[in-house]
């Protein structure tokens, strides 16, 4: 459907009238929509079928890569960026840099509109447990809400104010429970939101 919309386009080049260009870009995004959609939840379902594989892996240096790219696409952007050193944890590496970046990548998308953003990686002891976390000041939510976050395409704002999938959050939590943690979340609607989440070392996965 893409192709052909953007065969149309070019190869139609001024035969259309602009609302039958409006009509056939409306398509071609909605098109790429579409495809993005197909490849998260690909992506989502391939979670659970690749082989556990735990090693010592460096959620410090995942998030400083994450900040590098994340920089890099819109140089424009002034971040305060806190990453705590030495955050380590027992963790399927792949699915660990997954999970990094997607919380990275939302406190960043969410932090937008915010005039002096600030995205902060960190650990601390919650109940005893070492618990990772990734805060922002951005948009936040209402509390009211939360138990939409990890649910896919259960978005709290609109594809309009902050464009993305509705599958990242649901990533997070699928990759955490594979290695029998939890992830959790609070925060203040216009005070920023804070992603929390455990990472046991002991190699089990909970059952489905």
Same mark, same amino acid.
Do not use: C
């Given at each position: 459907?893409? #192709? ?9 080049? @001024?035969?259309?009238?602009? /609302? %039958? /260009? ?17 490849? +998260?939840?690909? $992506? ?21 890569? +994450?900040? #590098?790219?994340?920089?890099? $696409?819109?140089? *424009?952007?002034?971040? /305060?960026?806190?990453? !705590?050193?030495?955050?380590?944890? !027992? ?10 970046? =997607? ?8 932090? $937008? ?8 990686? #960190?650990?601390?002891?919650?109940? &005893? ?7 922002? =000041? &951005?948009? @936040? ?18 594809? *309009?104010?902050? /464009? #993305?999938? @509705?599958? &990242?959050?649901?990533?997070?939590? *699928?990759?955490?429970?594979?290695? %029998? ?5 609070? %925060?203040?609607?216009? @005070?920023?939101?804070?992603? $929390? ?7 089990? !996965?909970?059952? !489905?």
């Amino acid at each position: 459907m893409n #192709g052909f919309a953007h065969l149309l386009l070019e190869t139609y080049t @001024g035969k259309f009238d602009a /609302e %039958g /260009e409006d009509w056939l870009k409306e398509i071609i995004a909605n098109a790429v929509k579409m495809g993005s959609l197909i490849d +998260a939840l690909l $992506s989502l379902a391939q979670l659970n079928r690749t082989a556990l594989r735990r090693e010592s892996v460096d959620l410090s240096m995942l998030a400083h890569a +994450a900040e #590098g790219r994340l920089e890099a $696409s819109d140089p *424009r952007r002034a971040v /305060e960026w806190v990453i !705590e050193d030495g955050l380590h944890a !027992e963790a399927d590496p792949t699915l660990a840099r997954a999970l990094v970046d =997607n919380l990275v990548g939302n406190a960043w998308k969410f932090t $937008s509109k915010e005039a002096a953003p600030r995205i902060e990686v #960190g650990a601390t002891e919650h109940h &005893g447990t070492n618990t990772f976390y990734v805060r922002d =000041n &951005g948009v @936040g939510f209402d509390m009211t809400y939360v138990n939409k976050l990890f649910t896919p395409f259960q978005r709290l704002h609109s594809v *309009r104010e902050f /464009e #993305g999938t @509705g599958i &990242g959050l649901a990533t997070v939590q *699928r990759i955490v429970r594979r290695h %029998g943690g939890h992830v959790w979340a609070n %925060g203040v609607v216009g @005070g920023g939101a804070t992603i $929390s989440f455990t990472l046991p070392d002991a190699p089990q !996965e909970p059952a !489905e």
